[in-house]
């Protein structure tokens, strides 16, 4: 079983749509939770952070943390064909130089 | 101002060569990573350093060599290429207290 599970999608929908994407995993120790963007040939880009449990919210994004299911997940709302792109979870045990674990990210796609 | 800069872009070469790979962050951030992006594009943890000390060491191949020159850069060296080397890598920095990463653009790396 890998530390963290990501359905890869792809995910199509029509814009304007609510969007969710969700990662599980095993790690009981996992603390900090991250959610990243990547664009086709660009670098991974830091959308939102979130330690331990809870919600966090930053514009149209939000990010939800159960760690007594061990399952995050970021929402998206009203989607835009901008956000097209690959979605990558991501979480480590500890803040600062400790492995972080990624997720093998969800493709999006959102039709105009 | 490019924050995490990597070079080359693309890099294609052959079986049995010797390439590097430069990295430089202008955040004044203490700590550099290395992540390799294999073709499924699962992004995985190669090496991190704090302040020139190397940190992690996923159980890289030795033929993988990295070296930071200072607390800004962190260049990779790689020996002796296999066909399984290519990938895209991807520089990172942050700082120790956050988990949370700044990403290069990625070098293409194809050995033919």
């Known amino acids: 079983q890998k530390e963290v599970e990501q359905d890869p999608g792809p995910l199509s929908v029509p814009e304007g749509a609510i969007v969710s994407l969700n990662c599980t995993y095993s790690?009981?120790?996992?603390?900090?939770f991250m959610w990243y963007r990547q664009y086709s040939r660009k670098g991974p880009e830091l959308l939102m952070y979130?330690?331990?449990?809870g919600n966090k919210e930053d514009g149209r994004f939000t990010a939800q943390v159960d760690k007594s299911s061990k399952y995050i997940s970021l929402f998206i709302r009203d989607s835009q064909p901008s956000d097209s792109a690959t979605y990558l979870c991501?979480?480590?045990?500890?803040?600062?130089?400790?492995?972080?674990?990624f997720g093998i990210g969800t493709k999006l796609q959102v039709i105009p | 101002d490019t924050a995490v800069s990597q070079t080359p872009k693309y890099l294609v070469t052959q079986m049995g060569n010797d390439k590097s790979i430069k990295c430089e962050q202008n955040?004044?951030?203490?700590?550099m990573y290395w992540y390799k992006q294999d073709s499924k594009k699962f992004l995985k943890i190669m090496f991190s350093?704090?302040?020139?000390?190397?940190?992690i060491n996923e159980t890289v191949p030795n033929r993988f060599s990295p070296k930071s020159p200072d607390k800004a850069h962190l260049n990779l060296h790689i020996n002796s290429l296999e066909l399984g080397d290519s990938a895209v890598y991807f520089c990172?920095?942050?700082?120790?207290?956050?988990?949370?990463?700044?990403f290069g653009q990625g070098t293409r790396l194809t050995v033919v």
């Open positions: 990172a920095s942050s700082t120790p207290q956050g988990a949370a990463a700044f």
């Open positions: 790690n009981s120790a996992f603390q900090y």
């Open positions: 979130t330690y331990s449990s």
């Open positions: 991501a979480m480590t045990l500890i803040g600062g130089y400790q492995k972080v674990t």
């Open positions: 955040l004044g951030h203490d700590t």
């Open positions: 350093y704090n302040n020139k000390e190397l940190i």
